[in-house]
């Protein structure tokens, strides 16, 4: 079954706890991005990775972080930094940056008290 | 700055009604358009970009570029068109991502 998973589907943490998000893909892809997605914001880019080892700063990174050791995985940390850190946060992947398009997961939403 | 704009958040026809989701979008470059769709319980998924021209589910969208628009349109609504519909914007060429609009949920009464 060929695609983009992400997991857990609902996650749960006390605020001042560090957490990280699983996004894996098996498309073969290069690109890889994590959204946020908030009611009536659409989507905002937090971080974003052209190919692994390397990833860049979307618009909203602060409170971030990522890593992408592996082609396949591209996991998100939401860390205590980030202020409202409650929300639906989609992860994608395509062939490569620029307009291809993007294959999405099903979501994660992160759920901060 | 680039941004993409949605002015509706909701639009609701009847079945067998022309439908238009307005998408305007605001960029010095050379545009790149996609139209997402996220219907309930499925991933966002791609619905069409204006390169191909192509129609899908009986959705076109033409790139105006005098109007800096990209509206989506469909001349019969289905029910199952129901959907969330995404208009996104790819700046800076094959070094650019996206940035969606906000977002305009479509509902199409029986």
């Known amino acids: 079954d060929g695609g983009i998973t992400q997991s857990p589907k609902y996650l749960f943490r006390k605020e001042g706890q560090n957490v990280t998000l699983s996004c894996e893909q098996n498309l073969n892809h290069d690109a890889m991005y994590w959204y946020r997605q908030d009611p009536g914001q659409g989507l905002r880019l937090i971080y974003y990775?052209?190919?692994?080892?390397?990833?860049q700063k979307g618009d909203i990174a602060e409170g971030y972080s990522v890593s992408r050791e592996k082609k396949e995985s591209f996991p998100l940390t939401v860390t205590s930094a980030q202020k409202n850190p409650t929300a639906f946060y989609l992860c994608a992947s395509s062939l490569r940056q620029g307009g291809y398009e993007q294959y999405f997961g099903p979501g994660t939403r992160l759920t901060v008290t | 700055a680039q941004r993409v704009t949605q002015p509706e958040k909701l639009l609701s026809v009847f079945k067998g009604a022309p439908v238009e989701l307005k998408c305007n979008y605001s960029?010095?470059?050379?545009?790149?358009l996609f139209w997402y769709v996220q219907y309930s319980r499925q991933r966002l998924q791609l619905l069409l970009r204006h390169i191909s021209r192509e129609s899908i589910k009986g959705f076109t969208a033409d790139l105006n570029k005098g109007e800096t628009s990209f509206h989506l349109k469909k001349p019969f609504a289905q029910e199952e068109d129901s959907a969330m519909y995404y208009c996104a914007l790819n700046y800076g060429g094959s070094q650019g991502n996206l940035i969606f609009g906000k977002g305009t949920k479509l509902s199409v009464k029986p």
């Open positions: 960029y010095s470059g050379s545009p790149e």
């Open positions: 990775s052209q190919i692994v080892n390397d990833f």
